[in-house]
C-alpha cells in the first residue's frame, strides 16, 4: 500500500511524516529537533506521534532544570535514611527505555546534560558511578527536543543536534485536513516496524546519500548514516523490503536538506541560488567559449574515426534502473535541495553559511544567550 512518501508538498506534510519514519524506528533514528513555540500546532505533532507508537510506551517528559540524580540515577536519599544503609535509585532515562523522552526547552540545556543524553542514545545504556555507587541499566531511547529559541543564536547544543536524525521547524497554523488524509494509520506503522528489520538497502542507494552529503557541505558521518535509517523506515512504510531511489531521495530532504551548509558546485545549484537571490547566475570567467568549427563542410568520410560500440560501465546498471528520473546521486541531490527552506537557500548562495554554523553551534552561543529571552520559567 503506497502512501506517495515521495516528494513532499508542503512543511506539514514533511513533519508529519518525519513522525511516521520516526515512529518505525525512533531509536535508531535517535530523535527529532522539533523547532516552535509551544501551542496547538505542537501538540497537534506530539499526538499524532504517541497515537503512532505501541500502547504502553514509556513517555517521560524532562524539565530543564533536573538534577543529575534524577536524570541519570544516583543515591534516593530518603530510602537511604530509613534503610540504614545506601539505596540506589534509578533516573528517568532508564525509566524511559523503550520509548519516548521529551526535553523542555531544549535550546537551554547546559553542555553536560546535552553529553550524558549524546552518550545514552550512542550507547543504548546508561552508566551512572557516583556518590559511591555505580549503576548500569538499559536505556534505548528516542529523543525529542521541544526547541523553543526565536533567534538563531538560541539553538540546542551541537553534540546532541547532530544525533537527532529529523530537524523540524513547526508552521504556525495546525494541519490542513488534506493532510490526514495522506498519512499512514496507526496499523501500517506498525506492520512497519515489524518489517524494519528485514529492509535493505543497496550500495547505490549508500553512494548516493553519501555524495549528497558531501556535495551539501555537511561535515558529519552521521547525517549519511541517518539518511540510510530514514530510508529504509519509508521503504518498510510503504509495504517493502528493498530501499529504492524515492525513499533515498525522501530521507535527503527530511534529513539531509535542513543541515545544508554549502551548495553543491554544478549546473543545477547555479540555477537554485540566481533563483534564491532572484538575480540570474552569470557565466564564470575563467571559461573560455566553446570554438567555433573552422568551415561548414562536413569532413572526408575515411577521416572520421571508427564508431566504437558503447558498453555501460561496470555497476552502472545498477545505478541507472534505480529510478526512471536517472542516476540515484542527481535525484537524491535534487530532492535535498529542492526541501532547503527558500530563507537558508538564499542564505547559502550569499556564502554566508561558516558564520551562520558558528552562530548556531557551540559553547560560546550558549554563554551569549540574554537571561531574558525564551519562555518565562518559575
Known amino acids: 500500500m503506497s502512501h506517495h512518501l515521495t516528494d513532499p508538498e508542503s512543511a506539514a506534510l514533511s513533519n508529519a511524516f518525519a513522525a511516521a519514519l520516526f515512529a518505525v524506528d525512533p531509536v535508531g533514528l535517535g530523535g527529532v529537533a522539533l523547532r516552535g513555540a509551544s501551542g496547538p500546532v505542537r501538540e497537534q505533532w506530539l499526538a499524532r506521534l504517541a497515537a503512532w507508537l505501541p500502547a504502553g510506551t514509556p513517555w517521560r517528559r524532562v524539565p530543564l532544570h533536573i538534577n543529575d540524580d534524577r536524570l541519570l540515577g544516583g543515591l534516593d536519599l530518603s530510602a537511604t535514611l530509613q534503610a540504614g544503609r545506601p539505596v540506589a535509585q534509578r533516573g528517568l532515562l532508564a525509566e524511559a527505555d523503550g520509548g519516548i523522552v521529551l526535553l523542555a526547552m531544549a535550546e537551554r540545556l547546559s553542555a553536560s546534560m546535552a553529553a550524558s543524553i549524546a552518550a545514552v542514545i550512542d550507547t543504548h545504556e546508561l552508566v551512572a558511578e557516583r556518590q559511591g555507587i555505580g549503576l548500569r541499566s538499559a536505556s534505548r531511547i528516542g529523543v525529542v527536543a521541544l526547541d523553543e529559541g526565536e533567534a538563531d543564536d538560541e539553538q540546542m547544543p551541537a553534540r546532541l543536534r547532530d544525533r537527532l536524525a529529523f530537524h523540524l521547524t513547526l508552521a504556525v497554523r495546525l494541519d490542513p485536513p488534506e493532510v490526514e488524509e495522506t498519512l499512514p494509520d496507526r496499523s501500517d506503522v506498525a506492520e512497519a516496524r515489524e518489517r524494519f528489520a528485514n529492509v535493505r538497502v543497496g550500495d547505490a542507494i549508500v553512494e548516493g546519500l553519501c555524495a549528497a552529503s558531501l556535495a551539501l557541505g555537511i561535515d558529519s558521518v552521521r547525517a549519511a548514516l541517518l ?142 544567550r540574554g537571561p531574558s529571552r525564551g519562555r518565562p520559567i518559575g
Not at 530510508?231 to 533515498?248: K, P, T, Y
Not at 575563467?286 to 572520421?304: G, R, T
Not at 535534487?334 to 553551534?361: H, K, Y
Request: net charge negative.
Open 227 to 368: 539518511a540510510c535509517r530514514a530510508a529504509r523506515a519509508a521503504a518498510a512504510l510503504d509495504g517493502r523490503d528493498e530501499v529504492n531511489a524515492q525513499d533515498a531521495a525522501l530521507a535527503a530532504a527530511l534529513v539531509l536538506a535542513p543541515r545544508a551548509t554549502q551548495l553543491p558546485v554544478s549546473g543545477a545549484p547555479a540555477e537554485a541560488a540566481a533563483d534564491a537571490s532572484g538575480e540570474p547566475a552569470e557565466p564564470a570567467a575563467d571559461v573560455e567559449p566553446a570554438a567555433e568549427p573552422a568551415s561548414d563542410e562536413a569532413p572526408p568520410a575515411d577521416e572520421l574515426p571508427p564508431e566504437v560500440p558503447s558498453e555501460p560501465a561496470p555497476g552502472a546498471e545498477d545505478k541507472d534502473i534505480e529510478s526512471p528520473q536517472g542516476p540515484v546521486d542527481d535525484l537524491v541531490l535534487e530532492a535535498a535541495l529542492a526541501a532547503i527552506p527558500p530563507g537558508l537557500l538564499a542564505w547559502l548562495a550569499l556564502g554566508n553559511a561558516d558564520v551562520r554554523r558558528s552562530l548556531t553551534s557551540g559553547r560560546v552561543g550558549a554563554v551569549q
